[in-house]
């Protein structure tokens, strides 16, 4: 039966669950990235090519009014009329030069918009494809075309393209440069024209298509903004390129320059403004016109538009375009997941535009096919509302196909691939500003009343139950409530706010309501509870940790930050072991604080470096940052240290001689074997990886470690844990006989407890352990070292925590004027405070950095994914997802299901029941308090992620740090409530009884 305090729990992780859906729909874009590759053997799903070869040119920002010859007023001299070159040929050869605006798709990050230019497709941040472990593209692209087609393609510039196309590149003709270095303005553009212009002049040098990207415009963008001298200065050295290149292309060559994407009015970029989505495109031919002198094409098929501030209207297009339009003039197949619309100029090679009606044909047929496709997916479902309508279009072609009307057929096959675009736009590609709002709406309201919550529960005493009863039912009214509200919503206004449906209004005025009635259903006094005092002890190291998230630096550098702020959250802990009154306490506070550094700094040298870290990083995780395999002081130590984590959570139950019981059984067997084979598994993984006993005997080597994995977690969960629940006392209890002074000649019964001091804390250490060797096969052989140091960390802060409180209980009964009362059993415990902030900091801090130190980072490539295998040799549903989820998250979850501890470390069990009505109590506050510290970093990391949705690095981080926070917080509270309503649930049960049973006096 769960304590009355876990039915707030359940509020508080219902709130954040409601919040984190509701911000996640709105921000985090997801669809399912197809691998399938269109295959065109017989010729019939492309054209003859216009040009042998084409040279590809982006220059990274390069926003449309930069080449525009019509540009908003007032006109600016550092980044307008600066490139001439494409509007001068422009005006002079009109059938072989254009220039267009193009939109690209938000999120306007290059790694996004480099997807969206080579597949035609709508990138999103996660797109869900079978290669979950990096940023290459799985899916069919221009690219990928090329190679097919036996093509070699020469690259030089931004390294973004190495990543997504790690092999497409000829070894020969591939020049990367960093990208990540902004400050840089000079270095990746004069390495592509070193490069370029080489590659032109050598007429035997033998190439098919030529990428380079620039990034100086960028750069100067992002540090000193659009209207600085420097981009003017810039800009000339790309008009000057863009000269030499055009002079330098022979007649079989088709150029193509292009910008990624745009910047804003601070030449940043990344989300959905119109200065960010508007691109430059410039195609010229040198040699065959693109356009038929006497062509006519049709006003419909010719978008305009004006572009923020001016006035006159520009060819508009969509930047997908490119990817079917640039692979037709090549003469290949266009990639399978394309969504773009080929540029009617580009195919209008005769008066009567034949050749575009086949190219117009082959595009329509290839969106059909892939909506198909995708309808036929797991993720088919998300075109259920738009299906109807897009099949009903379809016909529609189909009828126009057949009709003599050639403007009809143009214009139905343009109608049905806009229409495939903006219904997948509608799913994928858009930031709903509404819904963010109103996540972030649940986040801080639910912060707020779970921070009234967390100090109206300090503030009651033993009626607290009955509080919790009377108040329950208000909550679970106002819920009922909210959501009959939200379901009024739903009908009244989900049809002006887009992604708005019956689940997310329902779930906000359910969560809102009885959030709203927390925050007032405080009595009156309760503001009394908010003292001088506890201003004086406000929570700086989660507000210094909560202010990280603004920064793209500081979040980049966390695990560093985290370090110093756990360190730093010991000292006023620390400062009690020179104060206290007894040599035996300071020596016990200064001690295990010293232990408690150790731990952490030892911890702290396990390291994984993310990307954007190098090169100031170096890995310790893996013996190197391209080997992938544990350090060869790692392999020594993995094993004993198995065995000396069980000896040493023994000592620390032996200080309260609570080390009797199940402990005694768990300490010395199960624990130490679980350990072992969880530590063998990867032992034996990196014997097997490495060859080391030779390829004949890799069979057996899997075998076997998939055996100890088995074992260990199958052992921990039906042995451990069943052992626990059967007997989950640490305690010895004997019975005897001793003379009975009030009755000479006669004796009377005694009974004697060991380990009654500890007799709460002791089997819920016992139950945290299982779990803890049940992470244990999940964690690679450092990150298990560095577990084994954050639970002797977790123990050193339970007794220096234990110290404290003594140290406060004597200073309070000697200044109460009646020293004597030190000789009551429980007088340090009645005299010293409920649960403290400040208590649960430094294991709120344990946690995240136990994440870090485990090798992981805020970032998708630092998953680790070799935990998928550990219990089957192959990809196994659903096991596979969980322990890689395990992986992850098990450090968060281990730390956060320490935290009732602090309610139970050495508390004294007696009098009964009250005792045990103050444990619950203190427990249930000291996970609510664990949720509150993560639900806080949720909030900023949300807040800062949407205030900087705009940023250069949002996708890149921001976005995943917001991802780790929100599965944090869901981690951490399932950890809470797993903790409260099993562990603290079944110890409290088992002690009242056995105290019930020896009814003591």
Request: proline share 6%.
């Amino acid at each position: 039966m769960a304590t009355k305090g876990l039915t707030l729990l359940f509020w508080v992780f219902f709130v954040h669950l409601a919040g984190i859906y509701l911000y996640t729909r709105g921000f985090l874009l997801t669809r399912l990235a197809l691998s399938d590759v269109n295959r065109c053997d017989d010729g019939k799903c492309t054209l003859p090519p216009t040009h042998k070869r084409a040279v590809v040119l982006i220059i990274d920002a390069l926003r449309f009014d930069f080449l525009s010859p019509n540009p908003p007023e007032p006109i600016s001299p550092y980044h307008h009329n600066v490139i001439t070159l494409p509007q001068e040929l422009t005006a002079k050869q009109p059938t072989r030069s254009f220039l267009f605006e193009m939109f690209s798709d938000p999120p306007t990050t290059t790694l996004q918009r480099l997807k969206g230019i080579t597949t035609g497709s709508l990138p999103t941040f996660i797109d869900m494809g079978s290669n979950f472990g990096g940023s290459s593209i799985s899916e069919d692209s221009f690219i990928g075309q090329l190679n097919a087609a036996g093509k070699k393609i020469a690259f030089m510039g931004d390294d973004t393209w190495t990543t997504v196309f790690p092999h497409s590149f000829d070894p020969n003709m591939t020049f990367p440069y960093d990208s990540f270095n902004v400050e840089d303005l000079h270095s990746v553009d004069d390495g592509v024209v070193e490069n370029l212009f080489p590659l032109l002049e050598g007429r035997e040098t033998s190439w098919d298509v030529a990428i380079g990207h620039f990034l100086g415009v960028d750069h100067v963008g992002h540090r000193l903004g659009p209207d600085h001298p420097t981009m003017k200065v810039k800009q000339s050295q790309m008009d000057d390129v863009l000269r030499k290149v055009v002079d330098l292309l022979d007649n079989d060559t088709l150029l193509v320059l292009l910008g990624d994407h745009g910047m804003d009015r601070k030449g940043d970029h990344g989300g959905d403004g119109d200065h960010e989505t508007s691109a430059a495109l410039w195609v010229y031919s040198k040699g065959p016109q693109l356009l038929h002198a006497k062509a006519a094409i049709p006003e419909h098929l010719l978008t305009t538009r004006l572009f923020p501030g001016a006035t006159v209207p520009n060819r508009h297009i969509q930047q997908i375009d490119l990817a079917p339009t640039l692979s037709l003039l090549l003469g290949l197949p266009i990639p399978f997941n394309n969504l773009g619309t080929v540029i009617p100029e580009l195919f209008w090679h005769d008066k009567a535009g034949k050749d575009y009606t086949r190219a117009l044909t082959l595009n329509a047929q290839q969106i059909k096919g892939y909506l198909d496709t995708y309808r036929a997916s797991p993720s088919g479902a998300e075109l259920d509302s738009a299906w109807e309508q897009l099949e009903r279009t379809w016909q529609e072609v189909n009828l126009d196909v057949k009709a003599k009307d050639q403007d009809a057929k143009w214009q139905a096959m343009t109608a049905y691939t806009r229409e495939a675009l903006a219904v997948c736009r509608m799913l994928w590609a858009q930031f709903n500003v509404s819904l963010i709002g109103l996540g972030l709406t649940l986040m801080l309201t639910g912060t707020i009343a779970a921070t009234l919550l967390y100090l109206k529960l300090g503030g009651l005493q033993d009626k607290w139950e009955d509080w919790t009863s009377e108040v329950g039912r208000w909550y679970v009214a106002s819920m009922f409530s909210g959501a009959l509200l939200g379901f009024v919503g739903y009908i009244t206004v989900s049809r002006y706010v887009k992604g708005l449906g019956l689940v997310e209004c329902l779930l906000f005025g359910s969560a809102l309501a009885s959030s709203l009635v927390v925050i007032a259903s405080a009595p009156p006094s309760f503001s009394g509870i908010i003292t001088l005092r506890s201003l004086a002890s406000i929570p700086l190291p989660l507000i210094l940790h909560a202010l990280v998230f603004a920064s793209n630096s500081f979040t980049v550098w966390e695990d560093r930050v985290v370090t110093f702020l756990l360190i730093t959250s010991i000292i006023p802990f620390a400062r009690f072991g020179f104060t206290a009154p007894t040599s035996r306490l300071r020596n016990r506070i200064l001690g295990f604080s010293a232990l408690f550094a150790l731990c952490v700094r030892l911890m702290a040298v396990s390291t994984v470096c993310r990307e954007e870290q190098q090169p100031y990083c170096h890995v310790t995780f893996f013996a190197s940052s391209s080997l992938p395999s544990p350090p060869p002081l790692v392999l020594w130590l993995c094993m004993p240290a198995a065995i000396a984590l069980p000896w040493v959570i023994k000592r620390f139950l032996k200080i309260s001689q609570s080390d009797k019981g199940s402990a005694s059984i768990m300490l010395t067997s199960i624990l130490p074997l679980a350990l072992l084979l969880g530590s063998g598994y990867w032992v034996l993984e990196h014997f097997d990886s490495s060859d080391a006993f030779g390829p004949e005997m890799n069979s057996t080597l899997r075998w076997t470690r998939t055996l100890s994995a088995r074992l260990s977690m199958g052992g921990v969960l039906f042995l451990g844990y069943a052992l626990w629940w059967l007997v989950p006392l640490c305690l010895k209890i004997s019975t005897g006989s001793k003379p009975d002074p009030s009755a000479p000649g006669q004796t009377k019964r005694e009974v004697t407890v060991v380990g009654f001091a500890n007799a709460y804390g002791a089997p819920y250490i016992i139950f945290w352990s299982l779990f803890l060797a049940l992470l244990y096969p999940a964690i690679q052989l450092t990150g298990q070292l560095t577990l084994a140091l954050a639970a002797v960390a977790v123990l050193a802060h339970l007794e220096v925590v234990d110290s404290v409180r003594d140290v406060q209980g004597l200073e309070a009964v000697f200044s109460s004027g009646n020293p004597s009362a030190i000789l009551k059993p429980d007088a340090l415990q009645s005299t010293s405070t409920s649960i403290r902030f400040s208590e649960l900091t430094p294991l709120a801090l344990l946690a995240v950095h136990a994440f870090f130190a485990t090798g992981h980072q805020a970032a998708i490539p630092s998953i680790q994914w070799k935990a998928a295998f550990v219990l089957t040799p192959t990809l196994t549903y659903p096991l596979s997802p969980l322990l890689v989820t395990l992986n992850t998250l098990g450090p968060h979850f281990l730390i956060a299901l320490a935290a009732p501890l602090l309610a139970l470390w050495n508390v004294a069990p007696l009098p009964q029941p009250a005792a045990d009505v103050r444990v619950r109590r203190d427990a249930a506050r000291a996970g609510l308090g664990m949720m509150l510290y993560h639900a806080t970093l949720l909030l900023s990391s949300a807040m800062c992620s949407a205030w900087l949705r705009r940023h250069l690095m949002v996708w890149k981080i921001f976005a995943p740090r917001f991802m780790l926070s929100a599965l944090t917080v869901v981690a951490v509270d399932l950890a809470v409530l797993f903790g409260v309503g099993v562990g603290i649930g079944h110890v409290s049960r088992s002690a009242s009884k056995l105290f019930a049973a020896m009814n003591p006096k």
